[in-house]
């Protein structure tokens, strides 16, 4: 089984075509998503790693990085 | 409106010699060029040079026939376009013994009087060729604004000039192939940045240019710029007298535009610009403008309702042409054969379903209400500019990047977090001096498309740089304008020439040879609007404000009350999926898009793949990338690989002469 930060980052391949960023590349100052991207991005979050994410949460510090999002879900209890 | 076609060659060769060796390239030119001129097509073969002409009659059907020379010197000329104040003209030329009553002779006279400066003297949109035999000089001309397109090229042989690319194919001057930094261009900035274009060795005559080819040698200048400095604004106008300076010269621009010998009618979208002009021409008119609108199946496209409302209040005979999502993938390869430019938006081809629903109604002359944007502050781009510009003021601010979520209340992140503003659209922040600071966030978001590149394209053209590709096209008084004029200058240089004039406006419409007239690009009207300051234009975040003062009473007022509604068509639902036409699934595949070796077939494979689920939610740049794949793909298979011949009915109906129709000669 592989790491949610190997997950994260597969989808985010996938998904936005794009591979070659850092873990603590900003997604929205790099334009590696906009803001439909954010959509899915959750959705993702919410189907494949099974966590309720709710509007207040919704934030940078929780979403626009591999990194930000290996510690949010970390606080989610995914790891 | 027509096409033209031409090349120099050696001079002092016997008459056959010249038909033997050029006749048949001349011919191959202007046939390609048929659907901009159907009316009748010929070729010249002078002493010098070789000038084409595929005629679209507009004004004096009887004799303007063209290429057309003057009898006594054998200045030879062939035109492509309008000049709206020829008749103006023609009263200030006494020294010259008119024979006909055609414009074309207007600017033989005016050439013989002035010489190539006779271009600051016309009000128009044109491109022409002018052969000088006394000093074996080729001039070429073209617009201020790049209304009328003209292409060259260098060649060994010689310098070949055309109205479309395809033309200097046909002629044999060169092989097409893909120009690397003009896809670059087309993929950040909208269109290949002048004088770049999509194809190699191929070069556009630059707006507000004139070329002299004399032995082989090209040199060009500008000719006109538009001053956007604050020297230049009179900064004590009251808005009401703005609204009187602009209703005269623009009331003057439409009047011009409505002289022609067929009936002349109008494009109208719903929107203030177009309402505001068919209202002005259906004054004029008396009551017989005749209105033509596209209609879209999908809703959230579609401006129907207030097309017809507009129509109702001026009593315009009105007439629509419905677009369904298939239609838009069934139209695109004519819009890359016509336009011959790599896009990233699918509008384009609405148009040239237009300019076919125009064209059966018999109708070959509409007015626009194109320019209006660019002239008068109007895109959201202005907007973002202008808060961009107050935020870098104070670039700490947490409640300044929240105006863009008033500016951009679509944007569903936009509205919860600050933080996403600020990375979002404070590209830059730091240096508002910037040149290209109003267009960053844009061509960032554009240049998105770049991540589909193939690895080894990605690496031929990292070195180069698509802003100083602009920066070297604009005139360096442009670095120290305000903030909106630098994003006005910049906007009318890359996607009002290079996209909105050309790949949706010229080609559309000569697609089905129809002429497009634009009075908001009349530059009287530009340079009127040049001199308004800024809060007349865009009064605080209101846009276009003294155009909707202006139209108050003219326009219904619903049309003046909604907010902009920007014209797009659809792309996704129209190339992937049960709605996509079967070239989609011949070029869109990874063999397909690694043979032409742009983008990468592996990455474009799974973009279709994800767009053709059912749950798709497209992104911005999701779309932008099909569509710029899609047209890449087109133009290399119809230029490149599979390359179409020209129609040998074309190629018949073409007349070769061994010289140039003597103003008010035979037709």
């Known amino acids: 089984m592989s790491t949610p930060r190997e997950r994260l980052r597969g989808f985010i391949a996938d998904t936005f075509f794009v591979d070659d960023f850092q873990d603590g590349d900003s997604f929205l100052r790099n334009r590696i998503i906009d803001s439909t991207g954010m959509m899915e991005l959750v959705a993702f979050l919410e189907s494949d790693f099974h966590v309720k994410v709710a509007d207040a949460e919704l934030v940078p510090e929780n979403l626009d990085s591999i990194d930000n999002l290996v510690a949010f879900l970390a606080k989610k209890g995914v790891a | ?667």
């Not at chain 2, 009105?318 to 896009?343: C, I, K, S």
């Open chain 2, 1 to 667: 409106m027509c096409g033209i076609a031409g090349f120099t060659i050696p001079q002092g060769l016997p008459a056959a010699a010249r038909r033997e060796r050029y006749g048949e390239r001349g011919r191959a030119m202007v046939a390609s060029l048929f659907h901009r001129g159907p009316d009748a097509q010929r070729v010249s073969l002078l002493d010098g040079a070789v000038l084409g002409h595929a005629r679209l009659s507009i004004v004096d059907l009887a004799q303007g026939h063209q290429p057309m020379c003057d009898p006594e010197t054998g200045v030879a000329v062939a035109f492509n376009g309008e000049i709206f104040n020829w008749l103006e003209l023609k009263a200030s030329l006494p020294g010259y013994r008119f024979r006909t009553t055609s414009d074309t002779e207007v600017l033989l006279a005016a050439f013989l009087a002035r010489g190539i400066d006779c271009v600051k003297d016309f009000v128009g949109q044109f491109a022409f060729a002018v052969w000088d035999p006394r000093d074996a000089t080729l001039w070429l001309a073209r617009d201020r604004v790049g209304i009328r397109p003209l292409y060259l090229a260098r060649t060994g042989e010689g310098v070949a000039f055309a109205s479309e690319a395809k033309a200097l194919f046909a002629g044999g001057w060169l092989a097409p192939r893909l120009d690397e930094r003009g896809v670059v261009d087309a993929v950040h900035l909208w269109a290949p940045m002048t004088p770049r274009t999509q194809f190699d060795g191929v070069e556009a005559l630059p707006p507000a240019h004139v070329a002299c080819v004399k032995d082989g040698v090209v040199t060009q200048r500008r000719y006109w710029a538009l001053d956007l400095s604050d020297g230049n604004v009179r900064r004590d106008l009251s808005m009401d007298e703005a609204k009187e300076a602009v209703r005269a010269v623009l009331d003057d621009a439409v009047t011009l535009r409505l002289r022609a010998d067929v009936p002349v009618a109008a494009y109208l979208s719903g929107g203030l610009d177009s309402s505001l002009i068919c209202a002005l021409a259906q004054r004029r008119l008396g009551g017989t403008l005749q209105t033509f609108s596209v209609g879209f199946a999908q809703a959230r496209y579609d401006e129907r309702a207030f097309q017809q409302e507009v129509a109702t209040a001026l009593g315009t005979t009105h007439h629509v042409v419905e677009v369904q999502d298939a239609d838009v993938g069934a139209l695109l390869p004519e819009v890359v054969w016509h336009g011959e430019q790599v896009l990233v938006r699918s509008a384009p081809g609405p148009f040239l379903a237009l300019s076919r629903l125009v064209r059966q109604h018999r109708t070959k002359v509409v007015l626009t209400g194109e320019g209006a944007d660019e002239v008068f502050l109007g895109y959201d781009l202005y907007k973002e500019t202008k808060v961009r510009q107050f935020w870098a003021r104070q670039p700490r601010s947490p409640h300044r990047p929240r105006l863009f979520a008033r500016l951009y209340p679509y944007l569903p992140l936009s509205q919860q977090s600050p933080e996403v503003l600020r990375d979002f659209f404070g590209i830059g922040l730091e240096h508002p001096e910037a040149f290209d600071f109003s267009h960053q966030v844009r061509w960032t978001n554009t240049g998105r498309v770049a991540r589909f590149f193939s690895k080894d394209f990605a690496a031929r053209v990292a070195a180069y740089d698509v802003t100083e590709a602009v920066r070297a096209q604009l005139p360096p008084e442009v670095q120290g304008w305000r903030p909106l004029a630098r994003a006005q200058a910049l906007e009318m240089a890359t996607l009002l020439s290079g996209y909105l004039l050309s790949a949706q406006g010229d080609r559309m419409l000569m697609g089905n040879s129809v002429e497009g007239r634009f009075p908001f690009l009349d530059h009287r009207v530009i340079e009127a609007a040049a001199r308004l300051p800024d809060r007349v234009k865009l009064d605080g975040l209101e846009e276009k404000a003294v155009l909707k003062r202006l139209a108050r009473g003219l326009v219904p007022d619903d049309v003046l009350a909604r907010p902009k509604f920007p014209y797009r068509a659809p792309i996704a639902e129209a190339l992937v999926g049960p709605s996509a036409p079967e070239w989609c699934r011949a070029l869109l595949t990874k063999p397909a898009v690694d043979a032409t070796g742009v983008f990468d077939g592996g990455k474009v494979e799974k973009l279709v793949a994800k767009l053709a689920k059912a749950t798709a939610a497209p992104s911005e740049a999701d779309n932008m990338a099909l569509v710029a794949v899609a047209t890449t793909e087109l133009l290399a298979h119809q230029f490149i690989h599979a390359p179409r011949a020209v129609p040998q009915a074309h190629l018949d109906a073409v007349s070769v002469e061994d010289g140039a129709v003597p103003a008010g000669g035979r037709g």
